[in-house]
Each structure stands twice: as structure tokens, then as C-alpha cells.
């Protein structure tokens, strides 16, 4: 019998779920120029500074640990997170960066006939996972780059279940108010997830991402990260917090060992540098508020950026382009968005005071070989 069935027509193939060959592919920030050594990478919103000495001590120290299996419920982790933003550690859900925590929301609230809401310039990852679970992404639009809830709400429909809000936003920076979130919160249909992404969310003083309104609410989740202003962005690692509930259902679907031990280590150290996320936070908003002026001189205006990294608007998608060739030419990468619907725009992450010199004296170039 096994010899005959080696003898069968290889007449087919396995064929994936339907829309899955309809699923675009993320593409990252690029981090190399041919030819180049002084490239500077400012095309995925990292930190200039890197990790904190803390954390890549830790790293370092598990070296002899490897062949040890992690914690499956990452209770240091989630208690140090808890402990460093006043959370009760037990709604608290770790994942390999908050795409993860985005995977596992629509792996456990979507899939084949619901809906899944994102704004006109939302992060690309919110679609791909509504898609990957066989929900519907739906696309509401924004007002000047701009969140607006009422389109949102506009978008709702019997088959919604997950709502994303990046707060601030990517790729634009801008960020609503608190009143309009909670307006949003309010005005959802029980049934309805509302997801507040705050990967930004250090870079905002006083911010807490959402987690008032998450203890207020039973359909409200955030989700945080610690590739941004923690430097980890090469370990994978993101959190989330929730109802409990809602986490007890995420645990369901997260794979026990998802988090490996250096990552929660790393991970550990790092939020817990206090110092670190302090030191980060003032140079990123002193360079921030010096590039967007410096670059508004040259004729480069950006909306207020609440995050680390501005979106520099140009006349067109053809002067966007241009600019982007000088960058190039420069040694210097950064994120054309027209994938965000944004053609005329180029998101530059806010780097060291060096590197945001070097963005404007390439951007005073472009303009000297436009005239």
C-alpha cells in the first residue's frame, strides 16, 4: 500500500484559506545603501541611543542559560510592568512586540464574518492581522491626517468587533485628545473591541496610554511596546492590558513559550531603568522640536509630532521623491509612506542631535538644486 501511493499524480497543491494571496506583505524601513558605510538609518522610528546599559547586562548575563526554557506566563516581566505603571499584573498579556498582542486581538475577536476597523493612515499592521484571521479590514477616513471619531463610528456596523486607535498615531505623529477617546469608548457598541495602540506612548508626558480608560471600561484593551523608547526593538517585545477577560482569552491563543528567556530579561531591565526612559524622553523632545522648526524654515512644514519622528510633507508626490534621492544620496534612509496613502510625505525618525543636523543640511541641499 505505501508503494502504490508513491505512485499517485501530484495533481495538487495545499491551498492556504481564501484572501491570504490577498494579504500585502509588511515591508520594514530599509537599513542599507549599496556602497555606503555612513549610512543613517531613520526609517523605522528606533532609538538613536539604543538600549539601556541595564538591559544589555541582562541580556549578557543569560548567556549560559540559553538551553533553559522560558517562563510561560512571564510573571517577572508583567510584575515589573505592572509595578512601573501602577497595573494590576494579572490583566497584563506579554507577545513578541505589541503585533503580537495585535495578532492574538484578531485571532480571538475576529475571523470569518466580522469586521475589523482602522483609520485611512493606520498602522499597516492592523489590516494584515484582520486579514490573517479572516475578518474584513474596514478603512474609515482621516481629516487632514488627523483621527476623527466620528468616522469611526461611522464605520460600525453589526459585523464590527475590534476597533484599532494608534495614539499617537503612525506614520503621522498626530494624536487626539483624551475626551475624544473616551467619547469614542463610550459611544461603541458593548460588543465592540476598542484597541488603543501606545507604542508611542512614552514620548508623550503624562500620558498613560489609555490604561484609565482601560480599567473603566470591559471592551477597552492597550497595547504597549518596547522596540520605541526601550531599544529593544531587535528582541521583539510588547505587552498589552486588558479586562480579564479579555487577557484570559488572549492566553488562549498565545503559544506557551512566545517569549524566550533573554527577551524577558532584557525586557525585565529595561522598564525598570526609570532613568533611561526619562533621559530618552527629553532628548527626543528637544531634537523633535528642533528638527520640525529648523526643517519648516528650509519649506519643509510637519503636522505636531507626539511621537519620535515627524512627517515632512512636500509639495507632491514628485518633489517627495526628489527629496528622497538627495536623502539617498546623503547616506540617509528614510520612510517613504506611500503605502500610508501619504505619496507626498516622508517620516523621518527623530535621531540624535548629529543625525537631525545631518536630515536638515541634506534637506538645504535638495532646496539649493531646486532652484
Request: with cysteine; aromatic share 6%; proline share 4%.
Amino acid at each position: 500500500m505505501l508503494g502504490a501511493a508513491k505512485d499517485l499524480p501530484m495533481t495538487e497543491t495545499p491551498v492556504p484559506r481564501a484572501g491570504i494571496d490577498r494579504i500585502a506583505l509588511y515591508q520594514g524601513g530599509e537599513s542599507r545603501l549599496g556602497g555606503r558605510s555612513d549610512v543613517l538609518k531613520l526609517s523605522s522610528n528606533e532609538n538613536p541611543f539604543g538600549a539601556p546599559e541595564s538591559a544589555r547586562a541582562a541580556w549578557a548575563d543569560l548567556a549560559g542559560e540559553l538551553h533553559r526554557y522560558p517562563s510561560a506566563g512571564h510573571a517577572g516581566l508583567r510584575h515589573a510592568i505592572a509595578e512601573v505603571h501602577d497595573l494590576n499584573p494579572d490583566r497584563i498579556i506579554c507577545g513578541a512586540g505589541s503585533d503580537e498582542v495585535i495578532s492574538f486581538l484578531c485571532q480571538a475577536y475576529g475571523g470569518e464574518g466580522t469586521e475589523v476597523i482602522h483609520t485611512e493612515h493606520g498602522f499597516s499592521m492592523y489590516r494584515i492581522s484582520a486579514m490573517a484571521s479572516g475578518a474584513v479590514p474596514v478603512e474609515v477616513p482621516e481629516a487632514e491626517r488627523q483621527v476623527t471619531v466620528d468616522c469611526i463610528l461611522d464605520g460600525i456596523t453589526d459585523r464590527t468587533r475590534l476597533v484599532f486607535l494608534a495614539n499617537p498615531a503612525n506614520p503621522t505623529g498626530t494624536m487626539i485628545g483624551a475626551s475624544e477617546v473616551s467619547r469614542l469608548a463610550e459611544a461603541l457598541p458593548s460588543r465592540v473591541l476598542l484597541v488603543l495602540d501606545g507604542a508611542y506612548a512614552e514620548y508623550v508626558e503624562g500620558f498613560d496610554g489609555g490604561a484609565t480608560l482601560v480599567e473603566a471600561r470591559e471592551n477597552v484593551v492597550m497595547t504597549r511596546t518596547f522596540s520605541k523608547i526601550y531599544g529593544l526593538g531587535g528582541l521583539r517585545v510588547g505587552w498589552g492590558y486588558g479586562p480579564a477577560h479579555v487577557i484570559d482569552n488572549l492566553n488562549r491563543v498565545r503559544g506557551p513559550f512566545n517569549l524566550s528567556t533573554v527577551q524577558l530579561s532584557a525586557a525585565t531591565a529595561a522598564v525598570r531603568d526609570r532613568n533611561w526612559a526619562k533621559r530618552c524622553f527629553k532628548e527626543n523632545a528637544a531634537c523633535r522640536e528642533w528638527l520640525s522648526r529648523s526643517l519648516a524654515e528650509v519649506g519643509v512644514l510637519s503636522d505636531p509630532s507626539s511621537a519620535n519622528f515627524i512627517l515632512a510633507r512636500f509639495r507632491d508626490q514628485e518633489e517627495a521623491n526628489a527629496c528622497d534621492a538627495v536623502f539617498r544620496e546623503d547616506g540617509i534612509l528614510v520612510r517613504n509612506v506611500r503605502g500610508y496613502k501619504l505619496p507626498d510625505c516622508l517620516r523621518i525618525t527623530v535621531g540624535s542631535e548629529s543625525d537631525c543636523r545631518r536630515v536638515v543640511e541634506s534637506v538645504r541641499r535638495f532646496r539649493e538644486i531646486q532652484r
